[in-house]
């Protein structure tokens, strides 16, 4: 099978994150099966070149600005024959782009759009007015336009289905295949002992719709409480979240309570997961939350609220605890809780690698391709 893939950037990117690794996760498996698969997107790195192979995926790098990616992918699109593929799909890892849609609809081939999540009100976080408005409605409507061409969705999780049905999106045409864990690589957990003090980490994107100033405002309310609490936060973030989070930690005289790591390779990574006690994410949502998975791989009950995405990677009571969305009291208890009652905590990581256990890239990457045979398959009988 031929298939086109669109997204805004490859897993190169400096900025890559969540959607790239999915992307990429799936379609170098699927390539591996002896499946064409050509991946255009951005890339900012400037090291990099603009024609790769990665894992047997053909990348076209199409410009290093990804703000300009959806007229520069349609500008690129001379180069290779949209025609000459089976399958045309749109990873919407930021916003609609709409010509892959119609593209689809010229060469009548199958079109099967990826969505994570709807960034929705956590626009307002990222972003300052008028450009927040500006592309909350875009989003929204965008994805209201693609709705009435019922194209088949492949959601990463329930709560982005329900969103995508809540839009006018068929239900029965939205199947959800959720992201994986690669529990072959040399990250896979091994027994060491954690640290002898209680460690809360969070490790991910730091972005401000991530809120990560409430977890430093909850480790105050229970750092008299909970002789000896450490907080490492770590991963790729903006300059600007990272300066405000360090601010607030002075400010609440928490200055040698919260570590700061910024962006860490694998080794250090693997490091503080092995060694923490609990992994706390107050992020407003998620499109399902990949490093929630992965840190529930290490045996860490996880703290958070019960936002979308962050609900369906997190057993409620058996891998974790999630609380009301906003209800700061309610997390920092929560992370009390788990620190001082060891039954509980070891019962919490029992559940956490049970059902980060579930969770596996083969499989999903499995499922996408039966998907996409059973849509070339009805598409070819449909031109027979």
């Known amino acids: 099978m031929r298939i086109l893939v669109l997204n805004w950037r490859s897993i190169l990117s400096r900025n890559a994150g969540g959607a790239e690794i999915h992307c990429y996760e799936i379609f170098k498996r699927i390539a591996n099966k002896g499946n ?73 081939r199958p079109f099967v759009i990826i969505v994570h999540h709807l960034h929705g009100k956590t626009l307002f976080k990222e ?44 239900k029965n045409r939205i199947k959800v295949i959720s992201n994986g864990l690669n529990f072959d690589t040399e990250w896979r957990p091994f027994p060491k002992k954690k640290v002898i003090y209680p460690l809360i980490i969070y490790f991910g994107r730091v972005k401000k719709y991530k809120r990560l100033d409430h977890l430093i405002k909850a480790v105050k309310q229970i750092s008299l409480k909970v002789h000896g609490v450490k907080v490492k936060i770590a991963g790729r973030g903006d300059a600007e979240a990272y300066e405000e989070l360090f601010t607030l930690a002075n400010n609440l005289g928490l200055g040698n309570v919260v570590e700061f790591y910024g962006e860490v390779d694998e080794k250090k990574k693997v490091d503080i997961l092995q060694s923490a006690w609990v992994y706390a994410i107050a992020s407003m949502k998620e499109g399902f939350g990949i490093s929630v998975i992965e840190a529930q791989a290490f045996g860490l009950p996880i703290v958070a609220y019960n936002v979308p995405g962050i609900r369906d990677s997190v057993n409620h009571l058996k891998s974790g605890i999630l609380v009301k969305d906003g209800d700061l009291n309610a997390f920092a208890d929560a992370l009390a809780i788990i620190c001082e009652n060891r039954a509980l905590r070891e019962k919490l990581e029992k559940g956490a690698l049970e059902n980060a256990s579930r969770y596996n890239w083969d499989k999903s990457s499995d499922e996408f391709l039966s998907l996409l045979n059973e849509l070339n398959f009805q598409n070819g009988k449909a031109r027979n």
């Open 36 to 108: 064409s698969v050509h991946l255009i997107a951005s890339c900012n790195d400037s090291t990099k070149s603009k024609n790769t192979v990665i894992d047997k995926i053909q990348v076209l790098h199409t410009t290093k600005n990804e703000m300009i990616y959806p007229l520069s992918s349609l500008l690129f699109l001379r180069r290779i024959s949209p025609n000459h593929f089976d399958v045309i799909i749109e990873d919407i890892s930021k916003f609609p782009m709409f010509w892959p849609l119609l593209l689809s609809k010229f060469f009548s």
């Open 127 to 170: 972003l300052s007015s008028p450009l927040n408005i500006l592309l909350y409605f875009f989003e929204l409507f965008g994805l209201k336009f693609y709705s009435f061409f019922n194209p088949f969705v492949v959601a990463v999780s329930e709560s982005t289905k329900c969103e995508l049905i809540s839009l006018g999106f068929d």
